[in-house]
């Protein structure tokens, strides 16, 4: 495992060292590997929120149309993979 050194103002530290405290987090690896996983999922999320939109727009500019039940079953089933 790659290690990494990083400066933070002394109230951040302070703030990581009382969330160790109070056993939310082993270490400040721990807590900083926490954030990078979250930091992660959000992306992940926001990329396929952007996907579906641009699926949208893709279907409205082409003029075609299907039933409802079907686009929200695509979509589930896109929703379902990405969870997965």
Do not use: C, H
């Not at 495992?1 to 721990?30: F, L, T």
């Amino acid at each position: 495992m790659a290690s990494m050194n990083i400066s933070v103002p002394d109230a951040m530290r302070e703030w990581v060292q009382r969330r160790i405290e109070s056993g939310d987090y082993a270490s400040v690896s721990d807590y900083v590997r926490d954030l990078i996983r979250r930091d992660q999922n959000t992306r992940a999320r926001r990329l396929s929120v952007d996907d579906i939109r641009r699926t949208i727009e893709e279907g409205r500019a082409s003029g075609e149309s299907s039933p409802a039940e079907d686009v929200f079953a695509r979509i589930e089933d896109k929703l379902r993979r990405l969870a997965g």
